[in-house]
């Protein structure tokens, strides 16, 4: 039996709300895959399980807030259960060994750090003519070196011009990329990058173009 923890989304992340369950209980998984997203008030990323096994049962409830890391949210059984036998004699002298701990070593991409880190995306001149404003929500790819590869429109600005900007702007950003074992690995992040004419925004960057609560939703 193994358990999923929540995992971190930073080095700093203490608790965050279980979004979405992606399987239920009875589907039977492999490692890697994604069976639930995970947010904080910055970012939001998946949960892939860290082995293959069958979904026992789900601890936590879709929708839960403050769950804490570390925290267990899911159980998996084995692989498939084989005939049952008579079990063998046991030796005295053999030990039991002891009970595997759950993997969660997992630590997803640093967003807030990319977003304070790397320059905001330019405002289009149509886009600021036409007076258009609005936050895109990008689903990023970053690889193990940091690099972002394959960038998805999760939820559109309403602007073609600033959804694109945005695109190519994030494309050629650097990010700290998740880590397993203390070892880099290729995940998927959530960033929300937020355009606005408001002399009252908060912003970063060239016509007070603004990057939205430094991140908002998300790994292999």
């Known amino acids: 039996m193994t358990d999923i923890l929540m995992p971190a989304l930073s080095p700093t992340m203490e608790e965050g709300t279980l979004a979405k369950w992606l ?8 490692a890697g895959d994604v069976i639930a ?25 879709a929708g839960t807030e403050g769950v804490k890391v570390n925290a267990p949210i899911a159980r998996l059984s084995g692989g498939s259960a084989a005939p049952a036998a ?27 750090s990319a977003l304070n880190s790397n320059p905001p995306p330019a405002y289009p001149p149509q886009a600021k003519a036409r007076r258009e404003e609005g936050t895109v929500q990008l689903r990023l790819q970053v690889r193990p070196d940091g690099s972002v590869g394959e960038v998805q429109v999760q939820a559109s600005s309403g602007s073609m011009r600033l959804d ?10 650097k990010f700290r990329p998740a880590t397993r074992g203390g070892q880099a690995v290729e995940s998927w992040a959530t960033v929300p990058i937020t ?9 970063r960057g060239h016509d007070h173009n603004s990057l939205a609560s430094e991140q908002t939703s998300g790994d292999s």
């Open 86 to 112: 008579a079990p063998p004699k046991p030796e005295p002298a053999a030990e039991t060994p002891a009970a595997a701990q759950p993997r969660n070593d997992f630590v997803g991409v640093d967003v807030e």
């Open 37 to 61: 997203e995970i947010e904080t008030d910055k970012a939001t990323m998946e949960v892939e399980a860290v082995d293959e096994g069958v979904v026992e049962e789900i601890l936590v409830p």
């Open 23 to 30: 399987v239920k209980k009875g589907d039977t998984v492999s």
């Open 164 to 173: 694109r900007a945005a695109i190519d702007s994030v494309k050629r950003w």
């Open 195 to 203: 355009f606005g004419l408001r002399r009252g925004d908060r912003r």
